[in-house]
């Protein structure tokens, strides 16, 4: 295995910094410092430090939860709430990928792999999410038109890719895509034309559906799915 990605799997830096460590000088395998990112490690057979410090290759682990309501998305609380964490059972220290509010629900991917993390959230990458949002009053077609057309956040240009009205029967529960992935963002952007959000449920992250999970349950990624993310990124 090559070093730079050797490092990446030992989780002790992302891949840029990963790379910063070997032009540095601060990585070295058999006790000689290398600085070539291609440099090929037998990874049964060769010790790599970072400076003083062995490494060893750490499983990576990718969870995809139907986050329910009531639970934070946080690594830790400091008032000792249950977090989302907490619902995934795994000795190995994971995070979630992004946020969702307290009482939205759906969709959360948690991993201990911040390349894999970084790449779903990094703006640059598009990942649609796709909500269902029960808003307090019926939508208007001329105010979906204003959310698709954009509206300005922070100076910003923020738009939804899609906007539909479920059923003529609930006028107040519509679909939302989006590609941003910014904190409360459904929820400032109804805001922002005078709507509340009431409820907010996640039901599709990139190639990422709830398929038959309920609230509070979790399923491992299979191997084709951290597959197809993972090429995404290493072609870069
Ligand atoms: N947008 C919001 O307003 N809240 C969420 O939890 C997710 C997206």
């Not at 790449?119 to 307090?136: G, M, S, T, V, W």
């Amino acid at each position: 295995m090559r070093l730079n990605k050797y490092l990446a799997e030992c989780d002790v830096a992302s891949r840029r910094k990963a790379e910063e460590f070997i032009y540095e000088g601060r990585i070295s395998v058999n006790g000689k410092v290398i600085r070539e990112f291609a440099f090929i490690v037998d990874e049964f057979k060769n010790t790599v430090k970072l400076d003083d410090k062995k490494l060893r290759i750490k499983n990576k682990e990718y969870y995809l939860l139907y986050k329910p309501k009531g639970i934070i998305t946080s690594t830790n609380d400091e008032r000792g709430r249950a977090t989302v964490v907490d619902l995934v059972k795994t000795r190995s220290v994971i995070f979630p990928v992004g946020r969702l509010d307290y009482n939205t629900t759906g969709i959360l991917l948690l991993t201990n792999d911040g390349d894999f993390a970084n790449y779903l959230l990094h703006p640059k990458n598009k990942f649609q999410r796709e909500y269902i949002a029960k808003l307090d009053k019926p939508l208007k077609l001329n105010d979906a038109n204003k959310l698709l057309q954009g509206v300005y956040l922070d100076k910003k240009k923020s738009k939804f890719i899609d906007l539909k009205i479920k059923s003529n029967e609930y006028p107040r529960r519509v679909n939302v895509l989006t590609e941003e992935g910014r904190n409360h963002f459904v929820k400032i952007m109804f805001s922002k034309i005078g709507y509340r959000v009431n409820e907010l449920k996640r039901i599709r992250f990139g190639i990422f559906s709830l398929g038959r999970l309920v609230p509070g349950q979790y399923r491992k990624l299979t191997e084709d799915e951290v597959q197809y993310i993972k090429k995404q990124y290493e072609k870069n």
